[in-house]
């Protein structure tokens, strides 16, 4: 059965300290989509990454980075030097169904709090 | 600008009241979700529908449903029948394809 497990539910830092945040997925399907989404107070998820089943590549998006590795079914996502801003609650997700990247499997969530 | 609106923000219900919770979006994505999420806890698929006049259940359609009149609304009404409605409600919509979903800004329910 498919699931998402992101272990870490709270984390709490000083800012400017490197965060990872991770994530590991089970899935039977070969071809599947992971994602990053970000809730900050106000609500709503906002997209951060989206990475398919066949692009092992690590991604870097300014101070994001992503290491996705298939060996042990896990993509982690790194905040280097947080900031404040950055304090929010963090979901990994999977999608498995073909032409439905809104039809997600999430984890709990893990909620950053970046210290001044 | 482009984007999901739900309203309202705040809802209040009494028990064994049905409450409607609007979805509306300009984006022109065919595909439309509902999710749920309990404190601490991951968003639940409750509805999905991919195109006008079609939907399909998720994992927690019990107690729930939905229409989907149009291309840009998807609401979702909470009846009597769902024991513990309260909870914040997320509506998604997603092109064509495994891209990603966008969500609006969700609707906080309280049965009272």
């Known amino acids: 059965a498919q699931k998402v497990t992101q272990a870490q539910t709270e984390i709490s830092v000083v800012e400017k300290e490197d965060v990872t945040l991770d994530c590991v997925y089970e899935t039977r399907d070969t071809t599947y989509y992971l994602f990053w989404y970000k809730q900050p107070p106000s609500g709503e998820l906002v997209f951060l990454i989206r990475r398919n089943s066949f692009d092992e590549q690590n991604e870097i998006s300014g101070r994001y980075s992503w290491n996705f590795q298939k060996s042990t079914s896990s993509f982690n996502f790194t905040i280097t030097a947080s900031q404040v801003v950055d304090s929010a609650v963090y979901f990994c997700?999977?999608?498995?169904?073909?032409?439905?990247?809104?039809?997600?499997?999430f984890g709990q969530g893990t909620e950053l709090s970046v210290k001044p | 600008d482009g984007g999901i609106t739900q309203s309202p923000k705040y809802l209040f219900r009494k028990e064994g009241q049905n409450v409607t919770l609007s979805c509306e979006q300009n984006?022109?994505?065919?595909?439309m979700y509902w999710y749920r999420q309990d404190p601490g806890q991951g968003l639940r698929l409750i509805y999905y529908s991919q195109i006008v006049n079609d939907f399909q259940k998720g994992d927690i359609a019990e107690g729930y449903s939905v229409s989907r009149e149009k291309k840009e609304s998807f609401p979702l009404t909470v009846t009597s029948a769902q024991k513990n409605p309260t909870a914040f409600y997320l509506c998604?919509?997603?092109?064509?394809?495994?891209?990603?979903?966008?969500f609006g800004q969700g609707t906080r329910l309280t049965v009272v």
């Open positions: 984006l022109n994505h065919d595909a």
């Open positions: 998604a919509s997603a092109r064509e394809g495994n891209t990603e979903a966008f």
């Open positions: 997700a999977l999608s498995e169904a073909y032409n439905q990247g809104g039809k997600l499997i």
